[in-house]
Structures are given as C-alpha cells and as structure tokens.
C-alpha cells in the first residue's frame, strides 16, 4: 500500500481547506459581500488561487496516485510534497501580485509533469 501517498494526498485536501478559509476570510476583509467573487483586486486574486488549486487538483492526483501505485510509494510522495510547496509559493506570491505567482507556478506544474512521467513509466515497465 502506497502509504506516504496516503499523508501527501491528506495534507494537499488540508491545504485546499486552508486556501476556502483563507477566501472566507477575505470576503470579510476586502468587504466582498457573498455571493460576489469579483470586486476587489487583492480578494480576486486570493479567491484564485483556491480556485486554480481546484482545477489542478485532478491534474495532480490521478498521477501522484498511478506514479505510487505503478513506480514507487517514495518517489511519489516526495513529488507530491514538492507540489504543495509550489502550491504555498504559488499563494503567497499571487496575494501580493499577479506576477509573483509564477516561480509557484512552475514548480507545481513540473512536479505534475514529473509524476506524469513517473506514472506511464511504471505502467510501461510493468506492462
């Protein structure tokens, strides 16, 4: 059983809960009345981040999941870390400005891509 990748995939759900508190706070902050996502530069760009690691979600699990169960638990797991960390340098750069998000950016889509590679190499070697 892949069992670091268990941990990994906990703490990136954790994470995402902490980027919804983290909307639900700006809404109060940047006096952005519910149901309203546009309004204020620095909440809009808050709420995107927790909307962009929404969409990258499934981009990052289905390989994290194939590369643990088809190559290895460890190696997986370690990329999985390195997402979340391009994730948390992803949120902390765009809060300040849009283009600050880049350097998160790229690290969490290169781990992605890695554990593309990563998965369709072990299915290619198991199969």
């Not at 952005?32 to 690691?53: I, S, Y």
């Not at 998160?104 to 998965?119: E, P, V």
Request: hydrophobic share 55%; with cysteine; proline share 5%.
């Amino acid at each position: 059983m892949p069992h670091y990748t268990a941990i990994v995939t906990l703490l990136a759900v954790a994470f995402y809960f902490f980027l919804a508190t983290r909307v639900a706070v700006a809404h109060g902050k940047f006096n952005v009345m519910l149901p309203a996502t546009t309004g204020n530069p620095d909440f809009e760009r808050v709420f995107r981040v927790h909307a962009n690691t929404l969409e990258w979600m499934p981009t990052f699990l289905v390989p994290l999941w194939l590369c643990a169960i088809y190559l290895n638990d460890i190696v997986a797991a370690a990329l999985g870390l390195v997402w979340i960390g391009g994730r948390v340098l992803y949120f902390v750069g765009y809060r300040k400005a849009v283009e600050k998000r880049l350097p998160g950016f790229f690290i969490q889509s290169s781990a992605c891509f890695l554990l593309f590679i990563g998965a369709l190499a072990g299915i290619i070697m198991r199969w």
